[in-house]
């Protein structure tokens, strides 16, 4: 079996927000960029563990951005993924990157396509399902575990207030959710390998381009914090009534 | 052009306050375009069909039997499918919860169309092109996303808008059997429910009463829970709890868990680190219980406590109590 790990790119958490080009374009100047948390943390860890155990022979991280991308890359491939591609376009939305990846898949069959829940940048979370629609292969969204028993995928997937158990025959796209795995860090002989593994620029493929993002603000801030006495919490309660008018 | 909603009320016969929203938003935009909004349901009641036809459908098209295939996303999305093509529909609003996310992308990659996922309003329509707004960088920014499609498939986020309830609209309502045969190929083998508190999906809850570090451990949850009870509130807490398995990691909120908007925020313990704030800053009025007066959280508040938690808040539950009281 044949893992395909597909990944963002985003802004590290802490990096500070703001627009250019009359807020229509997010300023990259001075950020610095990550591997999306779900994509990492989760989808390419428990993709690593599958292989460790015997399970796949092969992961391959995909991701689909421009040449600036290419060192997110790298760190992907220190943490131990096999190989990589990367789709030489601008990822305009989830729906031009599931174009591009279920382009990519149907030229190259992997058996399980295990990618993060949502990006923590545009937070839209729709990604993983498009693709599986476009491909109509099967989709388990939110898995917080996942094993592979012969040519079944075995997940919890989270449910409001709980999980399923779910069984579905390969080839799957499952979407990674918290649990799944743990963080790794990248050790100095997979920064070295990384190096030197094959990381190939795929043209991008034709697409349809639906969304644009037309305009953006900063959320604004909070007023004042106003302080209660914590011997008086009948004025909080007072206030959450007739002030914030909440309850 | 019409707008489809889908309304699962399988679980119980009740829709979900979610999927009134997303109906009254169709609503919306049908007007705006001149369709019907149209919903299809599964498994509503009686009472849950007047709702939704005072949240603004037009026409309900509620499946009376069980498809226990629906559980399957793809199968849900194909049903969904069948009748976005036999109702006319061009556009299909769903709300952007765990299962409504799944099925609504699944749907767009059936159509082969664009997606405006998480919306929270409407901004415009001009012709074929609609523009909505949606919170991006895990709320610390919001934005204007346009989609031009001809199909357009939207999610809209829980809690995002006020229902405007117009009690003398009367919608068309067909009971119906769906007798087509799905085989599901994602199998549930098992339904585990791991939430202690109430029943209210924290998603959709308008109060939340939230714990961290603060609270030393899972022992001492019992506090939260009074206080969640006394308030008819869900149960959250920070990322290092759920980490530690002090409460189930679906209860995580902020930047890597999930993100929510409720009413009332009231984070106890909690020192308000950045990406804890990323998935709470939209609610609208935040509490903040804290020893330390100098945490962050403070900040982002608009209304502080210092004070020892174990102290304060069993002391606002009684005060909520009384008040609950004294309004009936
Ligand atoms: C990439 C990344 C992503 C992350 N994502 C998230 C996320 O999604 N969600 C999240 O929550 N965190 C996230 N974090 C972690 C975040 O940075 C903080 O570490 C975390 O939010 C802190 O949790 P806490 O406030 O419960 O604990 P602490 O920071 O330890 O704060 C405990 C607070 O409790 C107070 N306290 C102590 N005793 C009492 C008492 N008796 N009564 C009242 N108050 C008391 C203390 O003064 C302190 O302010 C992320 C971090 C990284 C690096």
Redesign the pocket.
Known sequence: MKILVPIAQVPD?TAKISFTDNNTKFNATGVQFIIN?YDEWYALVRALELKEAGLAEKVSVIHVGLADADATIRKALALGADDSFRIDTDPADAYVVAQQLAQFIKNNPYELILMGKETISYNSGVAAGILAGLLDYPYIANASKLDINGNTAVAHQDIEGGYQVVECALPVVISANKGMAEQRIPNMKGIMAARTKPLQVIPAYPVNITTKYEQFELAPGRSACKFIDPNNVEELVHLLHTEAKVI | MSVLVFADASNNGKVKKASFEATYFASQIAQQTGGKCVVLSLKADDDSKQKLAHAGAQKIINITNDIPAISDVSVAAKILLKYTQTEGIKDVVLPNDIQGKAVASYLAGLLNTGIAPAVTSLVSINGSTYVFKRNVFSGKAYAQISISSDKKVITLLPNSLQIQWNTQNIAEIKDITENDNYTPRVIVKSVEKTTTGGNIPLPEAEIVVSG???LKGPENWGIIEDLAKALGAATAC????ADAHWRPHHE??????IAIRPNLYIA?????????L??VSGSKTIVV????KE?PFFKAADYGIVG???EVVPKLTEAIKKFKASQQ
Do not use: E, K, L
């Open positions: 958490t948390p | 961290g570090r603060g920070s990322r290092p709890v995580h909120v902020g930047q890597t868990g106890i313990g909690i020192s308000g680190a950045i990406q804890h990323a998935g219980i804290n020893t330390d945490a020892d938690a174990f």
